[in-house]
């Protein structure tokens, strides 16, 4: 069974860093790309970026780019998300999802998410 | 960026009825392979999201047969034929062919 658990959520004050990891099973992460997508309360869901199989190409949405980090260690089976800098609207539930590229496999799994608040 | 545009953005349906969901992108999702990659998503409340539907109108597994997809281009529906009580919630449709991939606002499908 695919799943997907993401952790390291938590409060942060802007301007703060925080790094979320999500740990994958029943699959091998090696032969997906991987995406995080974020969901602002009451929002619509808004992608985050996305990592080749490899960890050779990464994209990210301009907004984040520069602030935010895709990295992946397949040995570990696991995905994370480095962010510095960070802004009250980066305020969100995070989730990771497997796929990201143009396949059948786009976001065809989720995790459950793990809430980031930037508050002072 | 690709807008994806959904309506209605609210959709009251009496059980066992159809609905329907639109969704248009402000270019092409026709990708040069041919390809048009268009997903859909059930969000249920307090649920992470759900692929329901990917490139147009391939259902996942385990997605009732009552739901559809169709269109090309720029237009795009989701149907279901006859809903049910466990459909309640937030179903976006996102284009993944132009970067960065972008999502519809969002239906709210509620039991009237």
């Known amino acids: 069974e695919v799943q997907l658990v993401e952790s390291g959520g938590g409060l942060v004050q802007p301007g703060g860093s925080l790094r979320l990891s999500c740990a994958a099973s029943g699959f091998t992460l090696s032969n997906y790309w991987m995406s995080w997508v974020r969901q602002a309360p009451g929002k619509r869901l808004e992608w985050v970026g996305n990592v080749k199989e490899d960890g050779s190409e990464k994209y990210y949405v301009d907004s984040m780019k520069g602030r935010f980090t895709i990295t992946r260690d397949n040995a570990k089976n696991s995905l994370y998300l480095q962010m510095n800098s960070l802004r009250a609207e980066d305020t969100a539930v995070y989730y990771c999802a497997r796929g990201g590229g143009r396949d059948v496999y786009n976001l065809g799994y989720w995790g459950q998410g793990t809430l980031v608040t930037v508050s002072s | ?112």
């Open chain 2, 1 to 112: 960026d690709v807008v994806m545009t959904q309506s209605p953005l609210s959709l009251p349906v009496t059980l066992g009825q159809p609905a329907s969901i639109s969704c248009r992108s402000s270019q092409s999702l026709v990708y040069s392979d041919g390809n048009t990659y268009l997903n859909w998503f059930q969000q249920r409340p307090g649920q992470s999201p759900r692929r329901l539907i990917y490139y147009v109108s391939n259902r996942d597994s385990g997605v009732p047969d009552r739901f559809s997809g169709s269109g090309s281009g720029t237009d795009f529906t989701l149907k279901i034929s006859r809903v049910e009580a466990e459909d309640v919630g937030v179903y976006y449709c996102m284009q993944g062919t132009h970067w960065p991939f972008t999502f519809g606002q969002g239906t709210k499908l509620e039991i009237k």
